[in-house]
């Protein structure tokens, strides 16, 4: 199949980009590679029409620095993928592989196959995720997974013994390879929900993993907030070291108790607790 790549970069770098690459995707774009100013997004190029793209991202225009769209004839994409994907080390305990690396001599090995999807591990808010949940303990605990992604941080929390696990994906084709994912790892404890916050309502977790964008995080936090007990960890992630004052006062007129920060390069992660 022919792809056709829609390369886009951003006047400055900021969160609401993400809005866009959001957008592109309701319109059929499959796949992004991130770029230093923005990304590309991949879409088979039967598809593909430059006047709808235009149009749908008219609103973000005075974000917009330039755009350029590209011609990919067909070659085997998933070869082509794996010759690029590498191992992901998060620390010591944890590593982060597809099915056609070696086997990894670590206590925490994840197993997955993107298929050109999101969250393959390398994005720094999955790793930045991953480092702060690896110090939580969540064995016997209930655990949610907000826009896992290709389930990452839910695989990582059954392999830490966790009780439960909702996985929240908005995404259906993402949330379908987090399924088959899922099963690349043998889970069983694991739960996947097609939606959003409001698919989580009337439900509590003892640790709620967050990594979405900072406009949605703020948009549902009524609904991360009151699935939350007495004790409760809330760990989110998918915003800048200059939205972490933003998140944290989300968080306290919500009566929780910040509890720490850590970024990595730009992006940021934050973890706080009901009291």
């Known amino acids: 199949m022919d792809y056709t790549e829609f390369k886009i970069s951003f006047k400055k770098i900021a969160p609401i980009n993400d809005v866009v690459k959001s957008v592109l995707n309701e319109i059929g774009f499959e796949s992004f590679v991130d770029a230093d100013n923005g990304y590309s997004g991949f879409i088979p190029s039967d598809l593909f029409s430059s006047e709808v793209t235009l ?8 974000l917009i620095d330039k755009n350029e769209v590209i011609n990919h004839p067909y070659q085997n994409w998933n070869k082509k993928w794996e010759s690029s994907f590498k191992p992901i080390k998060i620390n010591e305990k944890c590593i982060i592989r597809s099915s056609f690396h070696k086997q990894e001599n670590v206590q925490y090995e ?48 059954e392999l830490m013994n966790a009780k439960t696990i909702d996985a ?3 995404d259906e084709k993402v949330y379908e390879n987090a399924i088959l994912n899922s099963q690349l790892n043998n889970c069983s404890a694991i739960s996947f ?47 800048y070291k200059s939205d972490v004052s933003t998140i944290e006062e989300k968080g306290s ?23």
């Open 193 to 239: 929900i097609h939606g959003t916050g409001k698919n989580i309502q009337n439900k509590e977790y003892d640790v709620l993993l967050v990594n979405i964008n900072r406009n949605s995080i703020i948009e549902e936090f009524k609904y991360y907030n009151s699935s939350m007990v007495k004790n409760s960890i809330i760990i989110l992630s998918g915003f």
């Open 253 to 275: 007129s919500c009566g929780l108790k910040f509890l720490s920060s850590k970024s990595y390069d730009e992006w940021a992660v934050v973890a706080m607790q009901k009291t």
């Open 110 to 157: 994840i197993i997955i196959n993107p298929e050109m999807s999101f969250g393959t591990g390398h994005h720094e808010t999955t790793q930045l995720m991953a480092s702060v949940l690896l110090s939580q303990e969540i064995k016997n605990k209930r655990v949610l997974d907000m826009g896992t992604g290709t389930g990452v941080l839910a695989i990582l929390a």
């Open 168 to 170: 929240v994906e908005i």
């Open 55 to 62: 149009s749908k991202i008219s609103h973000y225009k005075n």
